[in-house]
């Protein structure tokens, strides 16, 4: 979608001069579309008169399809909802040890929770897990079937390219050139979320049902160490989110708007 | 993939996109406390309902050895409100009501009378906490029978010294591991673990096991409001592991 090439664009651009400009105001699907059209015409326009002033065509990429955003956004409430729920419900029994004695590892504030109690943040917890659990699962259905896994996942080549990019977001060092949609580090960054919902998934599963799924507990090594399992994949993410919104904010509107609408102004990277 | 587009265009195709995920602002919803609370709970009656669905009366909980279970000591203590409701052990039946053929007042002594299963398992709260526990009784399964229970009935309700109640779905209750429990740790029930009788099962979480059992009741319906002390307040009503 969109992706008419310069050349056509320009030539229907010339036409709709020649028309005294801009009076088509169709859907701009069907403008663009018909731009093609359009293009072998495009010549035969006297140059001279379009050149007074040529609209400037503006570098775009349809950056994040619609399944991509819908789940980017079910998962970032749901995750919130998670943690913040999760939190109040590790309250209830703030220790990975025994119950006598016990011992508070963490004395998580009621202000950063959800739920107001026990009962209320397990209704929470139990409700966004269907959310978080489908929106993951329809996102990784996504990137598998339509191959666009390729530009997010980190593979063995994207090793050399991690330690120059950290070098330049944390030590001022000089900026790698823009190689694709995501740098190394990003690839890194969200792989590793790929993994943290899994893992928290697949943790809750047992914590959930820890005798229905009595199989899945024993690959994480029995009730007690999957509940320290399930905390760190918590942790995994609440150490993506800072940087993750750090980034977003320095990279600025368009770059955010391009979560939103799934086009990206002026992208850094060619082709 | 780089495209190049007319500023407008562009502004026309992102506003388009944009409206395309306006499907997710529907979870704006559940900012609104009053819808919120209805919806959580129907989130909690969803995955009661998966539960459910999910349980199988002939998977087994894991079970433990002897060097594997925690010092009695150890072993916690819970109550809503009294520990001790101070039971009269010596003259205490078991009242049966409902749906079952032979209804009326069951001693002790008849239901230490039936086949004894005794079982290490993990007693795991809602809180987080678990341990591992040693107990003995029969498996409900047998008291129903002895009753004459209607096993096609949906759920089996019980009441409590301390006012404490419960319910749990039949198939739960017959569970090879659904106990009608009268010892712990070879003892027979200390006072403040439920004496005479309690309900252990482990596949239920530990607010279903009731204790200083009363009164237990077979039937197809249950009142709403009183499925619970906590259900009532919005615990889970499997409450299954």
């Not at chain 1, 960054?189 to 199989?215: E, M, N």
């Not at chain 1, 760190?232 to 320095?250: D, R």
Request: proline share 6%; glycine share 10%.
């Amino acid at each position: 979608m969109g992706n008419g090439e310069g050349n056509n664009n320009e030539g229907r651009n010339q036409e709709e001069m020649s028309k005294e400009g801009g009076q088509d105001a169709g859907s701009p699907l069907e403008s663009v579309m018909s731009a093609k059209a359009d293009g072998a015409e495009g010549p035969a326009v006297e140059s001279a008169e379009a050149k007074v002033d040529e609209p400037v065509l503006v570098r775009a990429a349809y950056e994040h399809p619609l399944p991509i955003r819908l789940t980017h956004w079910v998962n970032a409430i749901s995750l919130f909802v998670m943690v913040a729920s999760g939190l109040r419900i590790f309250r209830a029994f703030p220790s990975f040890g025994p119950k006598i004695p016990e011992k508070v590892l963490l004395d998580i504030p009621k202000s950063l929770t959800l739920g107001g109690w026990l009962g209320g943040a397990l209704q929470w917890h139990f409700t966004f897990m269907w959310f978080f659990a489908a929106s993951g699962i329809l996102y990784l259905a996504y990137q598998v079937g339509s191959g666009h896994y390729r530009t997010v996942l980190f593979t063995p080549r994207d090793i050399a390219g991690v330690w120059p990019m950290a070098r330049h977001y944390f030590f001022f060092g000089p900026k790698p050139p823009a190689s694709g949609q995501y740098n190394p580090l990003q690839k890194l960054a969200y792989t590793s979320t790929i993994g943290f919902g899994v893992l928290s998934l697949l943790t809750g599963i047992v914590l959930y049902k820890p005798a229905q799924f009595s199989w899945l507990a024993f690959l994480f090594g029995g009730f007690h160490l999957t509940r320290i399992w399930h905390f760190a994949a918590m942790c995994g993410f609440l150490s993506f989110i800072p940087g993750h919104l750090i980034m977003v904010a320095l990279h600025g509107w368009s770059n955010f708007v391009s979560m939103l609408s799934g086009w990206k102004r002026e992208p850094e990277y060619q082709e | 993939m780089i495209t190049r587009l007319e500023d407008k265009d562009l502004k026309r195709q992102s506003r388009r996109q944009l409206l395309k995920l306006a499907p997710v602002a529907a979870l704006g919803i559940f900012a609104f406390p009053k819808v919120s609370d209805r919806l959580v709970e129907a989130g909690v009656h969803f995955s009661d309902w998966a539960a459910g669905v999910l349980f199988r009366t002939q998977h087994r909980a894991q079970t433990f050895a002897d060097s594997e279970v925690v010092p009695f000591e150890k072993f916690p203590y819970n109550g809503y409100d009294v520990l001790d409701p101070e039971v009269d052990l010596e003259n205490w039946t078991l009242t049966v009501e409902g749906d079952v053929q032979r209804p009326g007042e069951y001693k002790l002594s008849q239901i230490q009378a039936l086949p004894k299963l005794m079982q290490n398992t993990r007693h795991v709260c809602v809180e987080g906490w678990d341990v591992i526990g040693a107990f003995g009784g029969t498996p409900i399964s047998n008291f129903l029978t002895l009753v004459g229970a209607n096993t096609g009935a949906r759920f089996l309700e019980v009441e409590c010294a301390d006012d404490y109640y419960e319910s749990i779905d039949m198939a739960s209750a017959l569970h090879p591991q659904s106990l009608l429990c009268y010892e712990m740790y070879g003892e027979p029930l200390d006072r403040k673990h439920g004496a005479p009788l309690r309900l252990q099962m482990p596949t239920k979480l530990g607010y279903k096991q009731a204790k200083y059992l009363e009164t237990i009741r077979v039937t197809s319906v249950l009142k709403p409001g009183k499925t619970g002390y906590w259900e009532d307040q919005g615990y889970s009503w499997f409450g299954g592991l």
